[in-house]
């Protein structure tokens, strides 16, 4: 069972908005870097957000993200259909000393 | 362009033994810590080991704690995974990846495709 809480699905139809949230503690989200990743299937992830809401380059605008206590959030946009793919969460986790990731959000795309 | 390959992914009894290899290149692998990351069959990521550039900093899941070993050849541009008393449960692709420096520092921001490791009798 994953530290950080993340719904295991969410669904939107093309051109819509979809929010993924994922739920953490003091110790991992309410005091570190929260970073996001997307993961297409049959594939390795991929970077999408870091430092809670920063966009890599090559990452579209119709990806945000925030932060706010011990809860994130990954905001999809304009949805497409190759949107379609697996959102993990993440962040170090003081009192583990050691990174964490979410459940996972499989991102239906309708 | 950064390029990580793994290898060593192999079908292996419980309670054996197994040491994977990940391959860098394109970056000066001596300015990034590096970690393993796996996943299940099915299942989401799990953070498993990280190093920082010259191993003063080794971090493991509480997972494999005592059974892992991450180290790094920077000669070779080389990260390993030695995997001792291996589970079923271990049984996942096992990925190499970049951290990254300065601003993009902690973020993961390069992967390897992944080696296959099976535990089964």
């Known amino acids: 069972q994953s530290v950080l809480t993340q719904p295991p699905s969410a669904s939107g139809a093309p051109g819509q908005r979809v929010n993924i949230f994922c739920s953490g503690s003091n110790s991992n989200i309410g005091s570190n870097y929260v970073f996001w990743y997307q993961q297409i299937p049959g594939t390795a992830p991929k970077l999408l957000i870091y430092?809670?809401?920063q966009r890599p380059s090559g990452v579209p605008d119709r990806f945000s993200a925030s932060k706010s206590g011990t809860s994130a959030s990954l905001a999809i946009s304009g949805l497409r259909s190759e949107d379609e793919a697996d959102y993990y969460c993440a962040a170090w986790d003081d009192s583990l000393s050691g990174r964490l990731f979410g459940g996972g959000t499989k991102l239906t795309v309708l | 362009e950064v390029q990580l390959v793994e290898s060593g992914g192999d079908l292996v009894k419980p309670g054996g033994s197994l040491r994977l290899s990940c391959a860098a290149s394109g970056f000066t692998f001596t300015d990034f810590a590096m970690n393993w990351v796996r996943q299940a069959p099915g299942m989401g990521l799990e953070w498993v080991s990280s190093t920082d550039s010259w191993t003063t900093n080794i971090y493991y899941a509480d997972s494999v704690k005592g059974r892992f070993t991450i180290s790094r050849d920077n000669a070779k541009n080389s990260l390993y995974l030695q995997m001792n008393s291996l589970r079923a449960e271990d049984t996942a692709v096992y990925y190499c990846?970049?951290?990254?420096?300065?601003?993009?520092?902690?973020?993961?921001?390069?992967w390897g495709q992944g080696t296959l490791v099976t535990v089964s009798s």
């Open positions: 430092r809670n809401n």
């Open positions: 990846v970049r951290e990254g420096s300065h601003n993009y520092e902690q973020a993961f921001d390069h």
